[in-house]
C-alpha cells in the first residue's frame, strides 16, 4: 500500500504507509556482542508508538516496525514473534525475506553495539 508523489528536485517517490501492529509488542533486545537465531515462519511490516526516553527528541514517536513470526521451539515463550524496531536491521534482513524460500533459512543476529548506534549482521543458514 503507497501513494507516489513527487519528491524534492522533481524525483518521483513512493510514501509507505504502514498500519499500526497489534500488541503486545515482543521487541528482539540483544545484548552488545549477543546472538540469536530464528526461523521465520511469516513477517509483516507495521508501525508501533514507542516512548523515546534517551534519543533525542524526547517523547512518543511513530516507528516503523518488522514483525517476524517464528517456528515453534524458536522462542521460549509465547507470542511466537519478535518485533524489530532498528532500521538497520530491518535494512538488511528484509531483502532476504523478500526471497523465495525464506522459510528453508535459519537466520541469525547479532548485535554490536548499544542504542541508538547499534548495529548488526544478520547470517542466512540454510536447514
Partial sequence: MGRTGIGTRGMNVVAEVLRRL?????WLELPDGG???????SWERGSAEIERR?????????????????WQGYK?????????GSKTLQAQLLPMLLERG???YVYVITKFGRAP??????????L
Fill in 22 to 26: 497489534p500488541g503486545p509488542m515482543e
Fill in 117 to 126: 548506534k547499534a548495529r548488526y549482521t544478520v547470517e542466512k543458514v540454510p
Fill in 35 to 41: 546472538s540469536v537465531r530464528l526461523r521465520v515462519t
Fill in 54 to 70: 534517551r534519543i533525542e527528541p524526547v517523547g512518543r514517536a511513530e516507528i516503523p516496525v518488522l514483525r517476524l513470526h517464528l
Fill in 102 to 104: 525464506y522459510e528453508n
Fill in 76 to 84: 521460549d515463550y509465547p507470542p511466537n514473534y519478535y518485533d524489530l
